[in-house]
């Protein structure tokens, strides 16, 4: 499958359009997830059903799909019993595939996942007191290169597709026991036990996982019109954040095709600091940024733009760059709030993250400028779960631990058989 293999992108690039609403499948069944109802509606017309049948089933489908999370056609109790093995045979309800599920001594909960083409990505639930926060993915690695980054350490693989990025959402509602549950689809005692909430429900998600989002704009448009649809998922697009390096062409148009929450990672306020530490402001600047942001459709007083603000010992953090930042801010005259985000340390990272009272001083001088700029907690450290820590390389890491331990274990089942009884 061409469009599967590695794709080689030259550096900074505009937004690469794979068009491919389908996963491709081994088995020649059609993976429904990620469809929008008009093609859902089409693949079963092609299949052989009547114009009216087709749109009925399309619409029962989208129901069961996003509103219960059926992946079972023989759960559908409202389809016709002999229809639901036809569909079986031509369709299935996917989900990406769990290589790995952590638990952070914190609560957070990340995901190692896998497409059906084998490729890793990460995913990770954030739990607070009064919200749960999912953070997805958009791409498989990242084109840019940002230095403080540990996905842009690796290449682009490719985009996810609208499955692939809804298919998140899908799989920690199954994860976290969420699913309204109707007296048809789970009818008897034993499988109600298996239903249990952990009490700590998902109620927002942020695109800033793995990915530029807007290098992937038709695909995110389109997972996250799924997950707004009010017959499906019904997320509302004020619960939605997405975070952008700055890619300023596609700012536009998501504010006007997908319409939810921006996030805009500044993290530096001088060009040649920004330069380095965001290579993509070399072609888009800061000022050309910002006046981007200031023309975000949508954005107001009630619904702020926030300014994502890594803290970087000695190279971001003077009293100097807090002033300039609210300068900025107040010149575009940008609803804005500021994120300060400890930096997040990874194996061969080359920064270290500001010290607490450096990042104290930050915070109290961009606040008496007029703009709230709380702290980050970092979340899910203990488990490479923090932002800017997502790379797929936990497969690799414990093949090879588990070769070790396997050559460990041969040492010393070596040496106990040579030693003397
Ligand atoms: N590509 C998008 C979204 C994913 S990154 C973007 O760059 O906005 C989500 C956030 O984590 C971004 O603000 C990113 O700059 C930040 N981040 C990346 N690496 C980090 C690290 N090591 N420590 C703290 N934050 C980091
Ligand atoms: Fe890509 Fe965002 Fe990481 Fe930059 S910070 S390399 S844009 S994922």
């Known amino acids: 499958m061409a469009d599967t293999t590695l794709m080689t992108i030259p550096g900074q690039v505009d937004p690469v359009s794979v068009p491919r609403d389908i996963t491709p499948r081994g088995d020649g069944r059609v993976d429904l997830m990620g469809l929008p109802r008009p093609r859902i509606r089409e693949l079963l017309a092609e299949a052989g059903l009547d114009a009216r049948q087709a749109k009925l089933r399309a619409k029962q489908l989208f129901h069961w799909i996003y509103h219960r999370g059926a992946t079972d056609f023989d759960a559908m109790t409202d389809i016709a019993k002999a229809m639901r093995p036809w569909l079986a045979e031509r369709f299935v309800i996917g989900r990406p595939n769990v290589v790995e599920a952590q638990h952070s001594s914190d609560g957070t909960r990340k995901w190692l996942l896998q497409t059906e083409d084998g490729h890793d990505f990460e995913m990770v639930f954030i739990p607070d007191a009064d919200r749960g926060t999912l953070c997805i993915s958009s791409q498989v690695g990242c084109t840019l290169n940002c230095t403080f980054c540990h996905t842009g350490t690796m290449r682009l693989v490719r985009n996810l597709t609208p499955g692939e990025i809804v298919g998140q959402v899908m799989l920690a509602r ?4 969420e699913w309204p549950k109707g007296k048809m689809d789970f009818a008897d005692e034993e499988s109600e036990a ?19 989002p807007l290098y ?12 707004m649809d009010g017959d499906g998922l019904a997320l509302s697009k004020r619960r939605i954040t997405l975070s952008t390096s700055g890619v300023v062409p596609m700012m536009d148009r998501c504010g006007k095709e997908i319409g939810v929450n921006l996030a805009v990672s500044l993290h530096a306020v001088t060009k040649p600091v920004r330069d380095e530490i965001v290579p993509l402001n070399r072609k888009y600047g800061i000022e050309e940024l910002l006046q981007a942001c200031a023309d975000y459709p949508g954005a107001s007083n009630a619904r702020r733009i926030t300014f994502e603000y890594v803290m970087l010992k000695d190279t971001n953090d003077s009293d100097e760059d807090a002033r300039e930042l609210v300068r900025l801010l107040k010149k575009f ?3 804005a709030k500021v994120n300060l985000i400890p930096f997040n340390p990874w194996p061969g990272s080359a920064y270290e993250c500001s010290t607490p009272e450096r990042i104290r001083a930050f915070s109290n001088i961009v606040f008496e400028g007029g703009i709230s700029a709380p702290v980050r907690t970092p979340r899910g450290r203990d488990i490479d779960a923090a932002c800017g820590q997502l790379k797929t390389a936990a497969r690799k890491k414990s093949r090879a631990e588990r070769d070790r331990e396997a050559e460990e274990t041969e040492r010393q089942q070596r040496e106990t058989a040579q030693a003397p009884v």
Do not use: C, K, S
């Open 174 to 177: 199954d994860a976290l026991g």
């Open 194 to 212: 298996h239903y249990t909430a952990d009490g700590r429900l998902l109620t927002n998600i942020v695109l800033m996982g793995m990915g530029e």
């Open 216 to 227: 992937n704009f038709d695909h995110v448009r389109d997972a996250m019109n799924l997950v």
């Open 333 to 335: 005259d940008l609803p």
